[in-house]
């Protein structure tokens, strides 16, 4: 682990943790959320607190606005006590929570009246900081609409405008693109940078996501409330020399392919990266003989490149045993099917709209699914993706258009078709109050599933899903990542056809994600059909067609790398991200954003 003393000193700390721990109490059963925390946050850069849900982010967070006291240990702030003079802490900072608390039926202006009135701004300053704010944001041409009718990058941007209303020295932004699309994020990082450079602030910035960690000048890494190192994303990406490896197997399944490489010994980590699969050892080496890798693909090849932040934080969690060695969903494949098979459609939607009022938020779509295959919905907030599954899944009428599903005319057979569904919505949809066994059972006999076949099922979602030792927890009290395994195991309790995912892994750390995509691909080799919907560009990569939308409407639709190729224009290679912005930017050029 990196020494939170060995931390540059060349500019002033305005931040300082000593020895914290803090301890809560839950279910009957003490948790230690921070175990010794220490470490420094440097005058004028962005320091980036990283780690997965539960690793102790947001109550580091609320210890430094002085909103929660410490078992033991101290924080200091601006030269102050934390915890002795909160209110002078809280006077001096900015901190916007995960869940900031706008008033949607306030409009843009009103909200920064009531914030500027909460912090003492006096009137006479409030117009040109609202001007600096609205241009900063690019809120201006939307300060009469009501917050319940903003994005939810506009939402965050307002919410971010109203914390900065009265000008803070030091910043705290507690996850602030949680659920976010790509556009957004890049605005708001851009909004923080320019702070830091133009106004000279500090900000501590809690993520994660880890490419946001590469953007940080320092990072603190966090897991169940220890820090398990510290220093510039650089520094620490610079151990991981010699351990990156892309594999390539031109016309090969790339989800066969990684499966085959996960279960390789010395394979710590793999993802699917454009056109290969990127995996990472367990020590520097020269590329691996493919033959070793993959001895049913003699036209594949590996090449050992760059390592990124990503493959530091995966391999650090490895190194001390916190997360075992990946393990695929399913027994390896025996062998690697071409990348274009396909079954039959299964999904068809054919000039489908749907209006509430005089707004459509999907305004005439087309595109079909074929049966084991991965189709990814992609688009910024508000899109439509939301309404379009809601649609497909017999919740929500269309307004016109033909949508069928497992031959099944949605118009006239929504019951029967959804017994071939399953759908894990956006937000948790699952009962609180009830343990993970009580809501497996629930969801069972929903399905219609009775005696031993229902005992099976449920034993077969706690083993799949690693629920066992959490069985008689409320599921309202689990991690985020343990809640979005029990909501895709009750999606799954009746093995249906096709699968819906709305956004499954938003929030959720970088091997929780690994590992529903895990989970999505043994389906898709099962012959499952998976829609998803994802704000994270890579996990597009899994998917073998995307469509992209914007207000309700398709942009573009194919592959991956067909979609890439199209966006290239100076970039001889674009990623999914840039080929998704670029689309977004050029579609806004054309004023045709709501």
Not at 535 to 560: K, N, Q, T, V, W
């Given at each position: ?115 500027a009135d909460l912090q003492g701004v006096p009137v006479r300053q409030r ?468």
């Amino acid at each position: 682990m990196s020494d939170p003393e060995a931390a540059p000193t060349q500019a002033p700390v305005v931040l300082e943790a000593r020895a914290l721990i803090k301890r809560f109490r839950t279910g009957g059963r003490e948790v230690r959320a921070l175990n010794d925390v220490s470490f420094r946050v440097r005058y004028g850069v962005v320091t980036g607190l990283v780690g997965p849900d539960g690793a102790g982010k947001t109550t580091l967070m609320r210890l430094a606005a002085g909103l929660l006291a410490p078992a033991a240990g101290d924080i200091t702030v601006l030269g102050m006590d934390a915890n002795r003079e909160s209110l002078r802490v809280q006077a001096s900072l900015g901190y916007m929570p995960q869940r900031f608390g706008l008033y949607e039926d306030l409009s843009v202006r009103e909200n920064l009246d009531l914030y500027a009135d909460l912090q003492g701004v006096p009137v006479r300053q409030r117009g040109e900081r609202y001007r600096e704010l609205m241009h900063m944001t690019g809120l201006a041409p939307f300060s009469d609409r009501l917050a319940g009718r903003l994005s939810g990058g506009m939402k965050q941007k307002l919410g971010l405008a109203c914390t900065l209303v009265r000008v803070p020295r030091l910043l705290l932004l507690d996850e602030p693109t949680v659920g976010v699309d790509p556009v957004s994020r890049r605005e708001l990082w851009a909004i923080v940078y320019r702070l830091v450079r133009d106004a000279g602030m500090s900000v501590l910035l809690s993520t994660a996501y880890l490419d946001e960690a590469e953007r940080c000048d320092e990072v603190v890494l966090l897991h169940e409330g220890r820090v398990l190192a510290a220093g510039s994303p650089a520094t620490l990406t610079a151990r991981m020399q010699g351990r990156a490896f892309a594999v390539t197997a031109p016309g090969m399944n790339k989800r066969d392919i990684l499966a085959r490489l996960a279960a390789r010994p010395g394979v710590i980590d793999g993802v699917i990266q454009a056109e290969h699969v990127r995996v990472v050892t367990d020590r520097a080496q020269q590329p691996p003989d493919i033959g070793t890798l993959l001895p049913t693909s003699p036209s594949a090849r590996v090449d050992l490149v760059s390592p990124r932040f990503e493959d530091s934080f995966v391999a650090l969690l490895r190194e001390t045993r916190i997360a075992p060695a990946r393990q695929p969903a399913a027994a390896p494949v025996d062998t690697i099917t071409p990348a274009e098979q396909a079954g039959e459609v299964v999904i068809e939607v054919d000039e489908v709209k749907r209006r509430f009022g005089e707004f459509y938020a999907v305004n005439g779509i087309s595109f079909d699914v074929r049966q084991g295959e991965v189709f990814g919905l992609l688009g910024p907030n508000g899109a439509g993706k939301s309404t379009t599954f809601r649609m497909l899944c017999g919740l929500l009428p269309a307004s016109a258009g033909t949508l069928r599903v497992a031959g099944l005319d949605l118009r006239h057979a929504a019951a029967a078709a959804r017994g071939h569904i399953g759908y894990m919505s956006q937000k948790f949809s699952l009962y609180g109050n009830l343990s993970v066994r009580q809501n497996l059972d629930f969801f069972a006999r929903v399905y219609g599933l009775s005696g031993r076949r229902r005992g099976e099922r449920m034993e077969w979602a706690l083993t799949q899903f690693e629920l066992s030792s959490h069985v008689d927890s409320a599921s309202a009290d689990l991690p985020l990542g343990y809640r979005q395994r029990l909501a895709m195991a009750c999606a799954l309790m009746h093995e249906p056809d096709i699968l819906f995912l709305d956004e499954p892994t938003s929030g959720v750390d970088p091997l929780a994600r690994r590992e529903f995509w895990d989970q999505i691909n043994a389906l898709s080799r099962a012959q499952v059909t998976v829609l998803v919907t994802t704000h994270f560009m890579e996990e597009a990569e899994y998917c073998d067609r995307l469509a992209i939308i914007a207000s309700g409407r398709i942009l573009a639709l194919g592959a991956p790398a067909q979609i890439k190729a199209a966006q290239a224009g100076q970039r001889p290679e674009p990623t999914m991200e840039d080929a998704f912005i670029n689309l977004i930017e050029t579609f806004e050029r054309r004023g045709e954003r709501p």
